[in-house]
Nanobody
Framework: VQLQASGGGLVQAGGSLRLSCAASGRTVSGRTFGRLTMGWFRQAPEKEREFVAAISWSDDSTIYADSVKGRFTIVRDNAKNTVYLQMNSLKPEDTAVYYC????????????????WGQGTQVTVSS
């Protein structure tokens, strides 16, 4: 499956952005978007990639990193094969390249459990 992330940009602290991740194709096991758990991860300069949020394919259950709870919301639109990350009350520490990823199992915060990755979109939050 191919994942295309978009929507990043430069925003002032306290502002909002909505990231999109459009999926196409199938996994090697034949799964399409509607049967894929989708996740968002981010990586700041000189830091390791970290989990942000994920949403299940089966019941739309979600999990979030503590650092973004109450500010970020992940939703999916199966009709459009797209997952979104609504980011509100942005802080300078949210600055990073944001990646979307997919897996066939349940929601997980572990990046090594996601087999497909998009190319990343830059989010920069100025103070």
């Amino acid at each position: 499956v191919q994942l295309q992330a978009s929507g990043g940009g430069l925003v002032q602290a306290g502002g909002s952005l909505r990231l999109s991740c459009a999926a196409s194709g199938r996994t090697v096991s034949g799964r399409t978007f509607g049967r894929l758990t989708m996740g968002w991860f981010r990586q700041a300069p000189e830091k390791e990639r970290e989990f942000v949020a994920a949403i299940s394919w089966s019941d739309d259950s979600t999990i979030y990193a503590d650092s973004v709870k109450g500010r970020f919301t992940i939703v999916r639109d199966n009709a459009k094969n797209t997952v979104y990350l609504q980011m509100n009350s942005l802080k300078p520490e949210d600055t990073a390249v944001y990646y979307c990823a997919s897996r066939g199992g349940w929601v997980s915060p572990r990046s090594d459990e996601y087999g497909y990755w998009g190319q990343g979109t830059q989010v920069t939050v100025s103070s």
